[in-house]
Structures are given as structure tokens and as C-alpha cells.
């Protein structure tokens, strides 16, 4: 059986449940290039998934933590999955470990039961005052090809841009980050057909959002759909 890699992209906190929009909630936003693109509502500390991908930026005491600007503890995404792993992304950007700058990455394995993903790749987003929602298309890229490399059958990615404080426009960043993913895609796509890639076809791409900003990623998906080929 082909492995099926279910690209989860978390791409905002995850905020109390509504009345209009509930936990397990999903929609097919559409399908490109055989590719199937699906809305989800969950959390980036409790998805389930072979890879969770989280971005972060460089560090600042306290940036996830004092709230404000960050996100309170009951709508900060981030907080639950550094609680969750016993501080260790804190830990690590504090001490200079990772220093979170644009693109940098590293790859954790988590203890069994800490998260429900398997192995967490962290991104810098770079200076949090320098900020470019642009930025975002090379996130959507890394992970999708991280994914690929890694063998992953499913990665769910999180910006954590409202948890770390930034007023980011919701439907752009959602857009730029599919974009992204999407234009990998199309990329593996290419290479497979042309004999340079065994890397099994990919079957769904699942952005996980918090009810808040369910709909609202959802135009900027739909967008990026746009761009590419049924």
C-alpha cells in the first residue's frame, strides 16, 4: 500500500470552541494536481501526525508566555505544546540553541505521549518587528519537502503568529503558506514524472485552524487554489 502524506497546516492559535464551529469539524476547500485540500479544526499540541511542524520566532523573554502581546493561556497554541514537551522550545531558543532566525530549522523527537505527533520540526520566522507575511510561502515549502525527507505519512503545520503576538493578516498568511505547499507539490509532481523522484504521491493537504480564524484561512486557501491546475 502507498503511504499517503497528510500535510496538516496549523496555521493560527487555537481559541476556545464556538457554538457555529466545533473540534473535529472539517471542509474540503478543493483538489489540485490530484491533491486533496481539507479545512480542520484542531490544536497543534494535540494533532495527530507523523510530523508537527511549529514556527517560531527569535527569542525575547517571556514572548509566548506575557500576555499581552501574546495570546492568553487558553487560546495560545504555543504554550500547549511547549507545557506539553516540559518547556524545551523555550529552553532551547533561550539558551541560544536555535535562535529562530528565518528558515533555520531543527528536528525534536518528543517522548512518547507528550504530543500526539511523532517528531516536531521547529522554523525561525526571523525578527518579530521585521515581520513580512511573504515569508510564509518558504515556510509552506520547507515543510511540505522536510515532510517528504523525513518520510513522513502526515505533518501538520502551525505559524503561531497570533500566539506570539502578531496582528498577521489571517487570510494572506493562509494563502501564502498553501501557495507554498502547493508550488512544492507541483515541483515533486514534476520531478516524479520526469524519473528524478520516487517519493510517494501525496493525498491531502488538512489545514488545522481554531474556529476563530476557521473561514477567514479559508478564503486565503481558496486563493492559492486558484493559482494552480485541477
Not at 498553501?178 to 493525498?203: C, D, E, F, I, V
Request: glycine content about 10%.
Amino acid at each position: 500500500m502507498k503511504n499517503i502524506l497528510v500535510l496538516l497546516l496549523c496555521l493560527y492559535s487555537f481559541h476556545p470552541l464556538s457554538a457555529q464551529v466545533k473540534e473535529g469539524d472539517f471542509k474540503i476547500w478543493g483538489t489540485r494536481m490530484g491533491l486533496q485540500v481539507v479545512g480542520l479544526v484542531e490544536g497543534p499540541a494535540t494533532a495527530t501526525a507523523d510530523l508537527q511542524v511549529a514556527c517560531v520566532f527569535e527569542y525575547t523573554e517571556g514572548d509566548i508566555y506575557n500576555s499581552p502581546p501574546a495570546l492568553p493561556p487558553a487560546a495560545n497554541g504555543m504554550q500547549h505544546l511547549d507545557k506539553a514537551l516540559h518547556g524545551i522550545i523555550t529552553d532551547i531558543r533561550k539558551t541560544g540553541q536555535f535562535e529562530g532566525h528565518t528558515y533555520e530549522t531543527i528536528l525534536l523527537d518528543p517522548a512518547p505521549g507528550s504530543i500526539k505527533a511523532k517528531r516536531l520540526l521547529l522554523i525561525g520566522l526571523g525578527n518579530r518587528n521585521q515581520f513580512d507575511a511573504g515569508i510564509m510561502k518558504g515556510i509552506g515549502t520547507i515543510a511540505l519537502r522536510e515532510a517528504l525527507r523525513l518520510n513522513a505519512s502526515t505533518v501538520a503545520i502551525a505559524s503561531d503568529l497570533k500566539d506570539a503576538g502578531i496582528d498577521s493578516p489571517t487570510a494572506q498568511v493562509a494563502e501564502n503558506i498553501a501557495t507554498g505547499a502547493l508550488q512544492a507539490w507541483k515541483t515533486q509532481a514534476y520531478l516524479r514524472q520526469k524519473g528524478y523522484s520516487n517519493t510517494p504521491m501525496l493525498k491531502k493537504i488538512i489545514l488545522l485552524a481554531g474556529p476563530a480564524f476557521y473561514e477567514t484561512a479559508g478564503t486565503g486557501i481558496v486563493k492559492a487554489l486558484e493559482k494552480f491546475p485541477k
